[in-house]
């Protein structure tokens, strides 16, 4: 019996539906966009009426009805061109609202999902503190409860989504008590942006993702009903974990498409740059490396999809989901290098697509999870 990777019907539509869009009308347009450290409005607003927002989601909730694989599918095409739209749309999704539909009342549900699936709304998750990034259990947020309200207060950074013209809300994870051992009850909070106490920064300068919005989060005495609690209180660690799990194939099809992007603008660009009389595409040195290229974007594929699928049926894949963020973050990286080498000195210009998939890689070996965490959970899942 053999194995078909070919996607039905329906996904393959959407690939090539999504495929279009980014070459025709985000390609155009978003390098401005990065350069000026602009948020790209128009743009999302489009994806939004394409229902890529919604694409996981089921159509009770004003989502697609598709599911992981759908997701990943369309931003792997993005991100072949631009990685700000692709990690504007994955934040959106799988941090923004996939904690609400995954451990949110039927009531917040409706509240919030309709108008985050539509792009409307931007919602972002705000898990990362100074002292805690992969040491998420170190949260020091609190929030105490008072009455029918919580009161929070902390910090949480580098949050993407959290600050745009169109963010209705971030989920906070916070400690709501300690248990008999003194280890910290962490929960999730729905705070609505505009909430009196809840200060959003400037945005970071970052060194790539120039054309999203990523910016540090702070709460003073800032007061939500006890209703904004997202799940059960102290089960917001499991969520978390479990949101991150599924985040991790977004973000390795996302890794994916980047990968894919260079090897498309090398190929392009190798068949057009002449030195001593003849395509440099014509050198076996070059060849190799697109070879390379391709080899590491396929394989990634692969995980990604092995990880998407396991997750669609209902099977285990925390192992899967790390193994294909793993290695497709770090070919992201390996791929950016050879295109900006092939490309010589124009890689290194910003006009080149190269340049903006260099400067773009490096978080992709960081964001939802470093490399060293990645081998820790393959490692862990090996029962070693």
């Keep these: 019996m053999s194995l078909d990777h070919r996607l039905p019907d329906e ?22 966009y990065y350069e000026r450290h602009e948020f790209p409005y128009e743009i999302v607003r489009q994806m939004g009426e394409m229902g890529l927002f919604g694409l996981p989601f089921p159509e009770e909730y004003g989502g697609m009805g598709g599911d992981y694989l759908a997701l990943g599918i369309a931003l792997e095409e993005l991100a072949r061109v631009d990685s700000s ?80 013209d169109i963010t209705g809300l971030v989920t906070v994870t916070a400690v709501t008590g300690r248990k008999a051992d003194g280890s910290p009850l962490i929960s999730s909070i729905i705070i609505p942006s505009g909430t009196p106490g809840f200060t959003v920064a400037a945005p970071y300068s970052k060194v790539g993702w120039n054309a999203s919005d990523t910016r540090e989060l702070s709460f003073s005495d800032v007061r939500v009903p006890a209703a904004n609690l997202l799940g059960e209180e102290g089960r917001g660690y499991a969520q ?55 080899m590491r974007a396929h394989t990634a594929r692969l995980a990604w999809r092995d990880a998407a699928s396991r997750l669609v049926h209902g099977e285990p894949f925390k192992k899967e989901a790390a ?35 260099w400067r773009d890689a490096k978080i992709l070996e960081i964001g939802e999870g470093t490399s060293e965490v990645q081998r820790m959970l393959i490692a862990r899942e090996l029962g070693v």
């Design 323 to 357: 193994l294909a963020k793993l290695y497709s973050s770090e070919i992201a990286v390996d791929n950016a290098r050879e295109a900006t080498q092939i490309h010589g000195g124009y890689g290194f210009m910003n006009e080149y697509p190269v340049a903006r998939m």
């Design 85 to 164: 739209v692709a990690i504007t749309l994955e934040a959106g999704v799988s941090l923004g609202a996939m904690p609400l539909y995954r451990f949110g009342t039927e009531e917040q549900k409706r509240t919030w999902l309709p108008r985050l699936c539509s792009g409307e709304l931007l919602g972002a998750f705000g898990l990362t503190e100074p002292d805690g990034g992969s040491d998420a259990g170190a949260t020091r947020t609190t929030a105490v409860r008072d009455g029918d309200e919580w009161v929070i207060n902390g910090s949480k950074c580098f949050i993407t989504n959290s600050g745009t």
């Design 240 to 294: 978390f974990l479990r949101i991150l799990d599924e985040g991790r194939i977004a973000i390795a099809a996302l890794a994916t498409g980047l990968a894919q992007g260079c090897v498309d603008e090398s190929v392009a660009y190798a068949k057009e740059r002449r030195a001593f009389g003849r395509p440099i595409a014509a050198n076996q040195a070059i060849q190799f490396k697109l070879a390379d290229m391709e």
């Design 11 to 32: 996904l393959e539509e959407l690939r090539r539906t999504v495929e279009a869009f980014a070459h025709d009308v985000v390609a155009p347009k978003i390098g401005d």
